[in-house]
C-alpha cells in the first residue's frame, strides 16, 4: 500500500530533486512553458501550483517562503508581476501538462508544461 507516501522519488537523492523542481520551476517561470518527461511534470505541477498558491497571499506574507524555494530576484519578480495577477481569481490548476512525443534515445514519454 501507499500510505504516506508523498511523491515520486525520480531516481535522485532528496536533495538533487529538489534543486530539479527548483529548475524546472524557474524555467516555468521564465519562459512560460516547458518539455520534459511525464513524471517530472507530475511533480513540477505540485510543486509549481503550491508556490503560486502561496505568492497570491501577496508580497508582505509569502516572499520569504517564495525567495526561499526560487532564490532569483528576476524569477521571483516575474512571478509576483505577470504570473500571479492572472491567478488571483482562480482557485487552482494554474499548469496544464499536455503529452506529446516519445524520446528517441529512451523512449521517455515527453509533456509540455505550460501556465494555463
Known amino acids: 500500500m501507499r500510505h504516506k507516501k508523498d511523491h515520486r522519488k525520480l531516481s535522485r537523492t532528496s536533495g538533487h530533486r529538489e534543486a530539479l523542481m527548483r529548475n524546472l520551476t ?64 482562480r482557485n487552482g490548476g494554474y499548469v496544464r501538462i499536455i503529452r506529446t512525443t516519445r524520446r528517441k534515445g529512451d523512449n521517455a514519454e515527453l509533456a509540455i508544461v505550460e501556465f494555463v
Open 26 to 89: 524557474r524555467a516555468l517561470v521564465m519562459n512560460g512553458r516547458i518539455e520534459t518527461t511525464v513524471p517530472k511534470a507530475k511533480e513540477l505541477k505540485r510543486y509549481t501550483e503550491r508556490l503560486v498558491s502561496v505568492a497570491k497571499k501577496g508580497p508582505d506574507s509569502s516572499y520569504d517562503s517564495v525567495m526561499k524555494k526560487l532564490s532569483q530576484k528576476d524569477v521571483i519578480k516575474k512571478l509576483y508581476e505577470d504570473i500571479v495577477p492572472q491567478y488571483m481569481e
